[in-house]
């Protein structure tokens, strides 16, 4: 039977009555999101690692909205939590709608110079956690026939950065691992897609912004925007993802990048002699 598609506004865009888990959410690109899922009507779960007071700060923010919101401090890079995690939010939110896989590890070097406890650390926060979120999170979103799911990639998967060698490649691995999901659940009403920011002003990148630092320079080098993100304009594209009209999308990825994706010289610049 085919399922039925939305037709309004609201049954596009809202998720009333839903339920989501954002990893990462306290802060920055993953806080971004939790909002506004909640301002799509969502009840929202904000998982965070050390922050507890700016993970409040987000959950009242969500309350403020007239949803439910819970804060839960479990590093997703422990190897025991996923199920614990979502059982959390489940028994604080209900049956959970939406997953947005966001909090990640990024340790600059060079290949030779990436230590194997850095490289473990990457994989165990960027990739295997999301396995096992998805792990717990896909089969009773099958059998409820309705599921939203989010990994958080990056531009370097596309345009590589010399000192993000294992990170570059875990976040294409995201969209690798969406992929081979999306064709597997499509039927049974669950999506899954990949969001891959370029440079966003976040608190990962302050050290940029420190004085003496080169983040107007950096920042400006960095899209065909001449500018660095803002942590809306991510969760803007995820929102669009969760949205129950989305339900004929699956397997994409969309850089949110100022068009840093695209070869090529921004307007007015150019060497002349291979123009
Ligand atoms: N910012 C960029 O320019 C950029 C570019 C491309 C891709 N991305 C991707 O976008 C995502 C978010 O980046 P961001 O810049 O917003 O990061 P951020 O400002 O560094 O925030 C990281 C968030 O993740 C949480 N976190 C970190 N490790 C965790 C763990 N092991 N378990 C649970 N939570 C954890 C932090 O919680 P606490 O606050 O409690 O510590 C915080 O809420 C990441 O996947 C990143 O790779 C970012």
Redesign the pocket.
């Known amino acids: 039977m085919d399922a039925p598609v939305p037709r309004g506004f609201h049954e596009l865009y809202g998720l009333h009555g839903r339920t989501a888990l954002v ?9 971004a999101i939790a909002r506004v899922l909640a301002q799509m009507g969502a009840d929202v779960a904000v ?5 507890a007071a ?2 409040r700060v987000v959950v009242a923010d969500i309350e403020a909205l007239g949803r439910r919101a819970v804060a839960l ?5 422990r190897r025991d939590v996923a199920t614990a995690l979502v059982a959390a939010a489940q028994q604080a939110l209900g049956p959970l709608d939406v997953l947005v896989v ?5 340790i600059h070097a060079t290949l030779e110079a990436t230590i194997e406890e850095d490289i473990d650390a990457q994989v165990e ?1 960027n990739f295997k956690a999301t396995v096992r979120l998805l792990n717990a999170t896909l089969p009773a979103m099958a059998q409820r026939g309705f599921g939203r799911v989010v990994t ?4 370097v998967q596309e345009a590589p950065i010399p000192t993000l060698p294992v990170y570059g490649a875990l ?1 294409a691995a995201h969209h690798a691992l969406v992929r081979g999901l999306a064709v597997r659940y499509a039927a049974r009403g669950v999506t899954l897609n990949n969001v891959s ?4 002003r ?4 302050a050290w940029r912004r420190a004085p003496g630092g080169d983040w107007d320079a950096f920042a400006r080098s960095c899209s065909h925007a001449a500018r660095a993100g803002e ?1 809306d304009e991510v969760a803007c594209a995820v929102a669009m993802f969760c949205a129950p009209g989305a339900s004929f999308v699956t397997g994409e990825n969309l850089f949110v990048a100022g068009g840093a994706q695209i070869a090529g010289r921004r307007d007015g610049e150019g060497t002349g002699a291979a123009d």
């Open positions: 990893t990462g959410a306290s802060r920055g690109i993953g806080a998982n965070h690692l050390d922050d700016a993970a401090d479990v590093d997703v890079a966001n909090a990640a590890r990024s926060t958080i990639g990056s531009i976040k920011p370029g440079l966003i976040t608190e990962r990148n942590p």
